[in-house]
């Protein structure tokens, strides 16, 4: 059993990936507030947090405004996910948006960010200290964004499948030299072996990102430059198999898949790598938006990410082996039944 | 009568540069046969270009029907949609009739030659002459058939979208489509005369590959329309020169496996 040990460890790497990563809770956060602007005097509502655990400890509370805090008269949990809370609003907020913030034991700091239109406003006020100490939270969970919410476990499933693809049409792309090298007719077999396999996982990496962008974006296909690159990249494949399918001959149909490979994988790597930079993306890392590395993909994200990439990519290589084997043995019976 | 000199010189060092490449070679004639080279590598270009024109002209249809083709294309469109003065619509469907031109255009360009005539031509020129004479025969015939689908265009659609426009921008946009369109297309349409599976193949194999080229040409004469300067259009059409640039170095890279039977 000479080399199965990276099977082994795509196996172990994609069960650490499916158990530890749709098991780990999102991190506690301030979803919503029950009004939507304050004015000067006494003002009472309700915040709800999810994930958050109120009612274990109760929070503190505080309104952010330019930097200046105002700390809450009364603070009374409802449950774990919501508080009621009291604050007695001065005459003076400088800025036209205010955030909340809230700090307990267990769940760290949280913050809703511009929570509330300020009434009132004026050129500042004079803050009472309020005695909070602000240590982190401690629990291993995954960061909780607006928008993305739960769907942040994606992320080591959607993206992974691309990689795979890309190391995959890499594979087929290098054998496609080698035809054209030697004109070895068993690098043309592992050159269809890893596009067929790749195809599979490019229809894995739609789906899964059909998915997210419905339950993000609100729509199952948008006309995204990540998206387009996506959908030529199936269609290049697809026609590559359609080359080799109109063309009899084996030696003919192996030079000939071999130079449309090539100059398609150039191609359209130079294609998904230049032209989201070019146009916007709704992607993360494109047309100003900030890529997962710089504010989503904190240590907690990274512990999964990585092996799942690993994992993802073995098991796709591991598919291509095993592929490439049964299209052995069918070149083999064919040649026996001839 | 000097150059006619040191080309003389140069392939006489080329031709004793064959027999004693391991023997002697010197700086000085390794120069020499590089030059040499190159100078017959660029004139035999130049008869093959000269052989694609007589060719062209040869066949007056050929020239005919590609015209015939815009034309009755943009008339069709025409009896469809009448005027047509909405910009993104008029500039979708211009680019629309000018990719399935150069389809149609450049499908046929391996088309014509009988194997036995292609036997010929490939003990005569190095294939990577053929390839190159061919791509930029290509380019200057899409050059030239873009800017007549405009004409055609303006002319029954309507020009109302032109009006606002940054003209030079424009046609200088709609020629770097074109010519993009011809370098992208002319190995597809070689491999998809090797294949023997004509032009419907060659539009299978080909669109995927000219569709990025495709979107970006169409955003930046969508710019050019909305009256955008160069400062905007620019990087599209630096990018499409990129696009350019890889495209015949690979064609020039893999022609020759193509080329051999």
């Known amino acids: 059993m000479k080399g199965w040990w990276w099977k082994g460890l795509s196996v172990v790497l994609l069960l650490y990936v499916v158990i530890v990563g749709l098991r780990t809770p999102l991190g506690p956060a301030l979803v919503h507030v029950s009004v939507e602007r304050i004015a000067p005097g006494e003002v009472s509502f309700e915040v709800t947090g999810y994930n958050t655990h109120f009612q274990e400890h109760a929070p503190h509370l505080w309104l952010e405004n330019d930097g200046q805090k105002l700390c809450a008269t009364s603070v009374t949990p409802i449950s774990d996910a919501a508080v009621s809370v009291t604050f007695t609003v001065p005459q003076g907020l400088r800025e036209s948006m205010t955030s909340i913030r809230a700090w307990d034991v267990k769940d760290g700091p949280l913050v809703l960010h511009e929570a509330f239109f300020t009434e009132g406003r004026g050129t500042g006020i004079t803050e009472t200290p309020c005695a909070i100490q602000e ?3 401690t629990s291993f969970a995954f960061p909780n964004r607006a928008i993305l919410n739960e769907t942040i476990r994606n992320l080591f499933f959607h993206v992974p499948m691309w990689f795979t693809m890309m190391v995959l049409m890499t594979i087929s792309f290098w054998q496609s030299l080698r035809v054209l090298r030697t004109g070895d007719l068993g690098a043309d077999r592992m050159a269809l072996s890893a596009v067929d396999v790749s195809l599979l996982f490019a229809a894995l990496g739609l ?4 998915i997210w962008a419905r339950a993000t974006w609100g729509n199952w296909w948008t006309s995204d430059p990540k998206l387009n690159g996506a959908a030529v990249t199936v269609l290049i494949y697809a026609a590559y198999l359609i080359l080799r399918g109109s063309i009899p001959d084996g030696h003919k149909r192996a030079r000939l898949a071999a130079i449309y490979n090539i100059f398609a994988y150039v191609l359209m790597f130079v294609f998904i790598m230049v032209l989201p930079r070019l146009t916007d993306s709704l992607h993360p890392g494109n047309g100003g938006n900030p890529a997962f590395s710089s504010y989503d993909l904190d240590s907690s994200l990274r512990a999964l990410f990585y092996p799942a990439v690993i994992g993802w990519i073995l098991l796709g290589v591991w598919a291509y082996t095993l592929h490439l084997r049964v299209s052995r043995l069918k070149a083999l019976s ?3 039944s001839d | 009568m000097r150059s006619i000199l040191v080309e003389k010189f140069a392939r006489q060092s080329l ?3 064959r027999f004693n490449l391991f023997s002697a070679p010197s700086a000085v004639k390794l120069f020499f046969a590089f030059f040499a080279v190159r100078t017959m590598r660029s004139t035999e270009i ?13 066949q007056k249809h050929a020239w005919g029907s590609m015209a015939l083709y815009v034309v009755s294309t943009v008339y069709v469109c025409y009896q469809g949609v009448r005027h047509l003065s909405e910009t993104p619509i008029w500039n979708a469907l211009f680019w629309i009739i000018l990719l399935f031109a150069a389809f149609n255009a450049l499908g046929r ?3 014509r030659e009988n194997s036995g005539r292609q036997l010929y031509l490939y003990t005569l020129a190095s294939p990577r002459s053929v390839v190159l004479a061919r791509t930029i025969y290509n380019a200057i015939t899409m050059a030239v058939l873009s800017l007549l689908s405009l004409a055609a265009y303006a002319l029954f659609i309507g020009s109302a979208p032109l009006e606002g426009a940054q003209m030079g921008t424009f ?4 020629m770097a489509g074109g010519v993009g369109f011809a370098l992208v297309l002319t190995l597809i349409s070689a491999l998809a005369a090797r294949a023997g599976n004509g032009i419907g193949l060659m539009a299978i194999l080909g669109f ?7 979107l970006s040409v169409m955003k930046a004469s969508k710019l050019a329309l909305d009256g955008m300067g160069w400062d905007v259009t620019g990087k599209y059409v630096i990018w499409l020169l990129l696009i350019d640039v890889i495209t015949v170095v690979l064609a020039w890279l893999l022609f020759p496996y193509l080329w051999r039977d």
């Not at chain 1, 789906?207 to 059909?210: D, K, L, Y």
């Not at chain 2, 130049?46 to 062209?56: F, I, R, S, T, Y």
């Not at chain 2, 995927?208 to 080229?213: C, G």
């Open chain 1, 207 to 210: 789906i899964t990102g059909s």
């Open chain 1, 135 to 137: 240590t982190a939270r």
């Open chain 2, 171 to 174: 046609i200088l946009v709609v």
């Open chain 2, 109 to 111: 360009s391996f088309q």
């Open chain 2, 46 to 58: 130049a008869h093959l270009l000269k052989l694609e024109w007589q060719l062209d002209r040869r």
């Open chain 2, 15 to 17: 031709r004793s540069l």
């Open chain 1, 334 to 336: 064919d040649d026996a």
């Open chain 2, 208 to 214: 995927p590959i000219v569709l990025p080229m495709l």
